[in-house]
């Protein structure tokens, strides 16, 4: 997808959703940061005095995050979030957000994720989940084929909660909003 146009499409649920809660999440940041699936740099403006590694696939969508780095410690590096180019424990925080529902392994992202950031450090995650209503998650999972072709990839019916605590990650703090559709949440890294 053209990176301008992912910018247009997502720039109403940016302003009366994602900005606020993407600031809110982004206020929880420790020391030395991984960015997964970093895109058009969204979250590049909540990034401060932090040095970030912001991992991103797509060339298209990290020449429009360099012009969101405006000076800033951070780096895009192009790689696949489930086989990172890291040592472990290398990193304080990781930083997933709408990501963990397009990247095609979600569960090796997090095990990447886990081993490659530092004991008790930190996940943060803002993404949208599966629907614990039945028929909700039945249109999700009929939707999700057609869905992926337009959105570069993304599941509605991913069970992201799910894959989080597989991976052992211990619950900080969890919000749900816009119907229980999103999760904000804070979770440490227990190795
Ligand atoms: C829906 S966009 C989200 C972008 C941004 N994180 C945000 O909050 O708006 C999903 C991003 O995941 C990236 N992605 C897809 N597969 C990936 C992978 N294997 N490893 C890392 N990132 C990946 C895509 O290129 C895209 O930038």
Redesign the pocket.
């Known amino acids: 997808m053209k990176a301008y146009l992912y910018d247009k499409l ?1 720039s109403k649920v940016e302003k009366k959703m994602l900005h606020k809660e993407r600031g809110i999440l982004l206020k929880n940041i420790e020391g030395r940061v991984i960015e ?4 058009t740099g ?2 590049f403006e909540f990034y401060s005095k932090h040095r970030v590694t912001a ?4 060339k298209v ?1 990290s020449v429009e995050a360099e012009k969101k780095i405006c000076g800033k410690n951070i780096e895009i590096v192009s790689a ?3 086989d990172l180019p890291f040592d472990d424990n290398t990193f304080d925080t990781v930083v997933i ?3 963990l529902c ?3 392994n979600p569960y090796k ?1 997090l095990k990447e994720a886990k081993r490659v950031c530092k004991p008790n450090g930190k996940l943060l995650i803002l993404e949208h989940i599966k629907n614990e209503n039945k028929i909700l998650f039945f249109l999700q999972n009929i939707l999700t084929p057609v869905w992926k072709i337009f959105a ?3 599941h509605l019916n991913r069970d992201t909660l799910n894959i989080i605590k597989a991976n052992d990650f211990e619950k900080i703090s969890l919000k749900y909003f816009f119907g229980d559709n999103f999760i904000r949440g804070t979770f440490k890294n227990i190795k």
């Not at 997964?36 to 895109?39: E, K, P, Q, R």
Request: one cysteine or more.
């Open positions: 997502m997964f699936g970093a895109g969204v979250n991992v991103e696939p797509d969508l696949s979030a489930e957000t709408l990501a397009t990247i095609p992202a570069m990839g993304c």
